[in-house]
């Protein structure tokens, strides 16, 4: 089983500054992607930032300047640096990895999600 825990949310004031932490565990061969999505709005999950294996990034253009994502492959861990949060940024942000296990499959997986909440 492939398990994905987060960490590091919680309240901030607007402009303040938070660290998401993502670690990825079990029986894990090889990681192509991980990321950050947020609910959002609409009925699915929006893309916040991602970055791939070979050191890729995509920002979603709300976060850009902002926000910045980190890898650590060894410790198969994701960051997300959260700079100057504005109350919009407030969410259910939920890590996602892309991942081959062994299960002989490459899927996609979640975590839990955690609360961020930019508010006076």
């Known amino acids: 089983q492939v398990q994905l825990v987060e960490s590091g949310g919680g309240l901030v004031q607007p402009g303040g500054s938070l660290r998401l932490s993502c670690a990825a565990s079990g029986s894990i061969f090889s990681i192509v992607a991980m990321g950050w999505y947020r609910r959002g709005s609409g009925k699915q999950r929006e893309l916040v930032a991602r970055?791939?294996?070979?050191?890729?990034?995509d920002y979603a253009d709300s976060v850009k300047g902002r926000f910045t994502i980190s890898r650590d492959g060894a410790k198969k861990t994701v960051y997300l640096q959260m700079n100057s949060l504005q109350p919009e940024d407030t969410d259910v942000y939920y890590c996602?990895?892309?991942?081959?296990?062994?299960?002989?499959?490459?899927?996609?997986?979640w975590g839990q999600g955690t609360q961020v909440t930019v508010s006076s």
């Open positions: 996602n990895g892309y991942i081959y296990s062994s299960k002989s499959t490459w899927d996609s997986y």
């Open positions: 970055v791939t294996s070979g050191g890729s990034v």
